[in-house]
């Protein structure tokens, strides 16, 4: 990138230079995560469009304060338009809502796997009114007991735990029937359950993709992510997909799975909301999707407490069209 000549002394002159290596590591980083589909690695830059559309606001206001008024306008022009990108995809943040009467509440959370503070998860989804939860990174049958211990109010679960699959799903109404389905060989399972939601049948399927670290490994998640799209077009009825993605919208390859599945992002228009990590809270990123056929209409959605995860807990309120 080209800055205006330097001005003043030796260390504006560094900062200058400073500022310029890292304004073009940014571009560079964001025109990579937009050929995502080529490679693995390339995909991985795509996931923190609002960490740089950020740190190129900040890069624009230190070169005013640097006085190169021609690179600032450039570069926060630039942080303007991957700003306009994201609020385009998101809107504006949302108010909470309460769940109303009429309405259907779909809670997801990660649980990780070293996470003992089981009362706590339990007493927070207690209060949380979800209608269903779906809860990943369960590694044991005694896990999901103890859990389903602390949930009274949701006496119907199925959790179909293997090398394959850490999902349960926890419900307050009546289950119809439940199953365990392989989207890939090799790949990840998903918890697939149908409730009796006052006399309507709803599918819930719960998901925990891979990681997306080496070629191997992305292309199985990719593959999952392509199943699921035809999984949910073989499926009739209300349909909701939820769980930990480990994607984020911004990749083009969640992008072209979301279209081909003919489902919506619960997220989109619903503000900027992240789930991973939960020690960055607003800074982190969202990898964590509710995905819904077009029987429902997306009232709000929300980050909930970590509860001791690495990932906040993702509080969905929907309703269905009639």
């Not at 390339?42 to 006085?67: K, T």
């Not at 790949?187 to 599918?203: F, M």
């Not at 599945?261 to 992240?274: I, K, N, P, R, Y």
Request: hydrophobic residues 45%; negative net charge.
């Amino acid at each position: 990138m080209n800055i205006d000549r330097p001005r003043g002394s030796r260390s504006a002159t560094i900062a200058t230079q400073t500022v310029a290596l890292v304004v073009t590591a940014v571009l560079c980083a964001f025109l990579f995560g937009l050929l995502g589909r080529r490679s693995w690695v390339l995909d991985l830059f795509a996931h923190f469009r609002v960490q740089y559309a950020a740190i190129l606001c900040i890069c624009g206001l230190a070169l005013m304060m640097l006085r190169h008024f021609r690179s600032a306008a450039a570069v926060l022009t630039a942080a303007g338009l991957i700003a306009a990108s994201i609020v385009g995809y998101t809107g504006w943040p949302s108010q909470e809502a309460q769940a109303a009467s009429g309405g259907f509440r779909f809670v997801t959370f990660n649980r990780y796997y070293h996470n003992d503070r089981i009362a706590e998860v339990g007493a927070w989804l207690q209060e949380s009114r979800a209608d269903v939860v779906v809860l990943q990174e369960l590694d044991s049958m005694l896990i999901v007991q103890k859990l389903a211990a602390v949930l009274p109010d949701y006496p119907h679960w199925h959790a179909g735990l293997n090398a394959e699959s850490d999902v349960a799903i926890f419900s307050r109404w009546p289950i119809r029937s439940a199953d365990l389905i392989e989207l890939s060989p090799g790949g990840a399972q998903v918890t697939k359950a149908v409730i009796d939601w006052n006399g309507e049948p709803i599918t819930l399927i719960g998901v925990h993709l891979h990681w997306p670290l080496g070629p191997e490994v992305t292309r199985l998640r990719n593959s999952e992510l392509h199943e699921l799209g035809v999984l949910a077009r073989a499926t009739p009825g209300p349909l909701l997909i939820g769980g930990d993605f480990n994607i984020t919208p911004w990749s083009p390859v969640f992008r072209e799975a979301l279209v081909d599945s003919g489902l919506s992002d619960c997220a989109h228009g619903q503000g900027l909301v992240t789930s991973w990590p939960s020690i960055l809270g607003p800074v982190g990123i969202r990898i964590d999707h509710c995905l819904a056929s077009d029987h429902w209409r997306v009232m709000n959605l929300s980050a909930g407490p970590a509860l001791g995860s690495d990932h906040l807990a993702m509080i969905n309120d929907l309703e269905l069209k009639r």
